[in-house]
């Protein structure tokens, strides 16, 4: 199956200070992987669409500069969360598109929960 | 703006009985999929089951299965013989508008699973 690798699990770090999570498709190449964001008890929100060798795009309301994402190779998306304040702490997790199939199918990272002091 | 409607946000049903919960979509796309995720407290995302809108055919992956019907855009998740493990969140997820690759997921039902 298609295996997705998010980390690390969890970050704590000081406010001011700036946080990198990696995604990594393991069994497969991914041009496409996407970033999301998980408040407690509620639904995934969509962050941003990273792209291998293009700029990622933002959804409506979401920060580029603050939340920088680059897309290098085939297998490995990075979200860095720049300046983190307290109200960055939240779980993100990666998804990437399984592009053997025709069917659109994310499959995600076990995710990330940052927290910041 | 495209929508997901998860109409039950909390669910219980007993070991070994069958539970089915609802979603609702929203799309102007004539070909698309479908797909339903669960999110155990580990929190990881876990592909259940996808349902191809070409097809008629409701999908099935063991004790999974879906009831789609495209005209009333309602694709719903039947699990039969629940088990204590089947206790997580369930989130209906459709493709965006405009043949995007991105999806909209509902805002999920929380289904328990009683000894």
């Known amino acids: 199956g298609a295996v997705v690798s998010q980390h690390p699990s969890r970050v704590i770090c000081k406010s001011g200070t700036s946080v990198k999570i990696e995604c990594r498709s393991l069994d497969f190449q991914a041009t496409t992987m996407f970033w999301y964001r998980q408040f407690p008890k509620q639904s995934l929100m969509l962050m941003a669409t990273?792209?291998?060798?293009?700029?990622?795009?933002?959804e409506q309301g979401v920060e580029k500069d603050k939340f920088l994402i680059n897309h290098a190779s085939l297998t490995l998306s990075t979200l860095t969360v720049t300046s983190a304040h307290p109200e960055d702490s939240s779980f993100y997790i990666c998804?990437?598109?399984?592009?053997?199939?025709?069917?659109?199918?994310?499959?995600f990272g076990p995710g990330t929960r940052l927290t910041v002091l | 703006a495209q929508t997901v409607t998860q109409s039950q946000p909390e669910m219980s049903v007993q070991e070994a009985e069958t539970v089915t919960l609802s979603c609702t979509y929203d799309?102007?796309?004539?070909?698309?999929?479908l797909f339903w995720y669960k999110q155990p407290p580990s929190r990881q995302m876990i592909l259940v089951i996808r349902?191809?809108?070409?097809?008629?055919q409701n999908a099935t992956e063991n004790r999974f299965s879906v009831n789609f019907q495209k005209a009333a855009k309602s694709f719903s998740l039947k699990i039969s013989d629940s088990q204590l493990g089947d206790t997580a969140m369930y989130f209906c997820?459709?493709?965006?508008?405009?043949?995007?690759?991105?999806?909209?997921f509902g805002k999920g039902t929380k289904l328990t699973v009683n000894p």
């Open positions: 997820a459709s493709p965006h508008q405009g043949g995007s690759e991105k999806l909209v």
């Open positions: 349902q191809e809108a070409y097809k008629q």
């Open positions: 799309t102007s796309e004539n070909n698309y999929y």
């Open positions: 998804s990437a598109r399984e592009p053997r199939t025709s069917a659109d199918t994310q499959y």
């Open positions: 990273s792209n291998e060798g293009s700029k990622a795009t933002y």
